[in-house]
C-alpha cells in the first residue's frame, strides 16, 4: 500500500538557519504530493503540492521537488524564522480526499 | 475557501462511554472525511461520509465503533463509541471543495482524551 517516510524530529534551528525535511514515499500509479503544516493550535493547512515529477511546489518561501526517480519530496527554506515553528506533515493522494500522510516533523526556530 | 468549525475542541471522557464531535463547514461541500491522529502519529482516514449515502470506512474502522452522520452538505457528525484509552487521539474533519487538491481544507480537530 501507500506509504510516507518523514525525517524524524524534532528539528531545532536558529532563526536564518537552512531547513530541509526529507520525505521518500512509495504508491501504485501516479500520485500528487503535498506538504502541509499545523501551526500551534491551529488546523492543518496545506503549504505546497506538486501534481507531477519535477513540478516544483513552493509557497511562503519554502519549496519542494517532486522526484520520481529517488521518489521523494523534500522541503526546503533558505531562512527560517520563529514564525515557522510548527509540525510539518509531508502526504501523498491518489485519489480525492484519500491521502497517506508521514508522521509529521516538529520544527521549532529560535530567536 | 472553506472555514471548518469542530466542536467540542477537546474533551476528557471515561473508558466505556461515546462522545460524537460535530464537524460544520461554512459552505455547501459534497465529501468530507474524517481523520484520526494518534499521539506521535500520522494522520489516518477513518471514513469518507458522502450526503445520502452511508459513510466508507477503510480498513481497520467499523461503523459499530464510529457511527457517521451527514444529514446535509454542510454538516457531519462522528461518534466515538465504548471508548477506550486506545482512543485518545486528535480527531480531524475534512472537506473537498472538489476543484483539485488545492483545494481541501482541514478543521481545527477535536483532542480526546479517554481515562
Known amino acids: 500500500g501507500d506509504s510516507v517516510t518523514q525525517m524524524e524530529g524534532p528539528v531545532t534551528l536558529s532563526e536564518e538557519a537552512f531547513l530541509t525535511i526529507n520525505c521518500t514515499y512509495t504508491?501504485?500509479?501516479?500520485?500528487?504530493l503535498f506538504w502541509y503544516v499545523q501551526y500551534p493550535g491551529e488546523g492543518l493547512q496545506l503549504l505546497l503540492k506538486?501534481?507531477?515529477?519535477?513540478d516544483k511546489g513552493s509557497n511562503k518561501g519554502f519549496e519542494a521537488t517532486y522526484r520520481k526517480e529517488t521518489t521523494s519530496f523534500h522541503l526546503e527554506k533558505g531562512s527560517v524564522q520563529v514564525s515557522d515553528s510548527a509540525v510539518y506533515f509531508c502526504?501523498?493522494?491518489?485519489?480525492?480526499?484519500?491521502?497517506?500522510f508521514g508522521d509529521g516533523t516538529t520544527l521549532t526556530v529560535k530567536p | 475557501s472553506a472555514v471548518i468549525s469542530q466542536k467540542p475542541s477537546r474533551d476528557i471522557c471515561q473508558r466505556g462511554t461515546s462522545l460524537t464531535i460535530q464537524c460544520q463547514v461554512d459552505?455547501?461541500?459534497?465529501?468530507m472525511f474524517w481523520y484520526r491522529q494518534q499521539p506521535g502519529q500520522s494522520l489516518t482516514l477513518i471514513a469518507t461520509?458522502?450526503?445520502?449515502?452511508?459513510?466508507?470506512?477503510e480498513s481497520g474502522f467499523v461503523i459499530d465503533k464510529f457511527p457517521i452522520s451527514r444529514p446535509n452538505l454542510t454538516f457531519s457528525t462522528l461518534t466515538v463509541s465504548n471508548m477506550s484509552p486506545e482512543d485518545s487521539s486528535i480527531y480531524l474533519c475534512?472537506?473537498?471543495?472538489?476543484?483539485?487538491?488545492?483545494?481541501?481544507?482541514f478543521g481545527p480537530g477535536t483532542r480526546l482524551l479517554v481515562l
Open positions: 475534512s472537506v473537498d471543495m472538489g476543484q483539485g487538491w488545492e483545494t481541501q481544507y
Open positions: 504508491a501504485t500509479g501516479y500520485p500528487s
Open positions: 506538486a501534481t507531477k515529477a519535477d
Open positions: 502526504a501523498l493522494g491518489t485519489n480525492a480526499g484519500k491521502s497517506t
Open positions: 459552505s455547501q461541500v459534497t465529501m
Open positions: 461520509a458522502n450526503q445520502g449515502s452511508e459513510a466508507t470506512y
